[in-house]
C-alpha cells in the first residue's frame, strides 16, 4: 500500500469554478501536509503547508486537514487559467522522508 | 523563484554511461534531498543529505550516489545508466534544526535522457 494516494484525474473546470483537488494517506503517524503545483517542466512549488486538522486559507486557496478520516484536500476558488498544473499532494512526519502522491493535472477553460 | 538551482537543466546519456547532477540549495538551508520523478508520476525519495552525511535512503539502488558539500551543496552521481534512469531529477532544500525538518523547496530539475 502506498503511503499516500491522490485521485489523478486528469480534471478540466471551466474559468471561475471551484477545485477540490484530494489525497489519502495510511499512517495516522503522519503530521506534516503540504500541496505543490507543478507546471510542465518545471519544479514543484510549494502551495500551502500545515500540520494540523482544520482548515488554512491563502488568498484563493484552502488546505484542508482531516486527521480523523487521514483525508487532504486543496480547494481553489474562482479558479483561473494560469491555475493549469499538476499539483501534488506530499506528506511527511519528523525524521522521515517526503511521500508524494502522483499528481492531479488541472486545466482550467477560459 | 526558490533559490535553489540545479545543472545541466537537459542532459542525453548512452545505457552503461555515467552521469553527475549538480545542486545548490537554497540561502540558509542545510539539508538536500534528491528525487526522481517520471512521466505522469510524483516524485519518489532517493536520499537525503544533512550536514554531509547521507540522513535516509530510498528504494534505490547503491549505482545511485551522492555528495553534500561543505557550503551546503550536492551531487547526484547514477552509475551504470539503464533506460529507465530517463526522467526529472528534482533537488529539494530545506532547514533542519533540533525540532525536525521544515518543508522543502525545490529546483527546477535535470531531464535526463537514457538512450
Known amino acids: 500500500q502506498k503511503e499516500v494516494e491522490q485521485d489523478p484525474g486528469p480534471l478540466s473546470v471551466p474559468e471561475g469554478a471551484i477545485v477540490s483537488l484530494n489525497c489519502t494517506y495510511s499512517n495516522s503517524a503522519f503530521q506534516y501536509f503540504m500541496w505543490y503545483r507543478q507546471y510542465s517542466r518545471k519544479g514543484p512549488e510549494l502551495l500551502m503547508y500545515?500540520?494540523?486538522?482544520g482548515n488554512k486559507e491563502d488568498g484563493r486557496f484552502t488546505a484542508q486537514v482531516d486527521k480523523s478520516s487521514k483525508y487532504i484536500s486543496l480547494f481553489i476558488r474562482d479558479s483561473q487559467p494560469s491555475d493549469s498544473a499538476t499539483y501534488l499532494c506530499a506528506i511527511t512526519r519528523p525524521g522521515r522522508q517526503f511521500y508524494f502522491g502522483t499528481g492531479t493535472s488541472l486545466t482550467v477553460i477560459p | 523563484e526558490t533559490g535553489v538551482t540545479q545543472s545541466p537543466t537537459h542532459l542525453i546519456k548512452t545505457r552503461g554511461q555515467q552521469v553527475t547532477l549538480r545542486c545548490s540549495s537554497q540561502?540558509?538551508?542545510?539539508?538536500v534531498s534528491w528525487y526522481q520523478q517520471a512521466l505522469g508520476q510524483g516524485p519518489q525519495f532517493i536520499f537525503q543529505y544533512y550536514r554531509e552525511e547521507e540522513n535516509g535512503r530510498g528504494n534505490f539502488p547503491p549505482r545511485f550516489s551522492g555528495l553534500q558539500f561543505p557550503n551546503y551543496s550536492s551531487e547526484l552521481n547514477v552509475n551504470a545508466l539503464e533506460l529507465d534512469d530517463s526522467a526529472l531529477y528534482l533537488c529539494?532544500?530545506?532547514?533542519?534544526?533540533?525540532?525536525?525538518?521544515?518543508?522543502?523547496?525545490f529546483g527546477p530539475g535535470t531531464r535526463l535522457l537514457v538512450l
Open positions: 529539494a532544500s530545506s532547514l533542519s534544526t533540533s525540532g525536525g525538518q521544515e518543508t522543502q523547496y
Open positions: 540561502s540558509g538551508h542545510n539539508t
Open positions: 500545515t500540520y494540523s486538522s
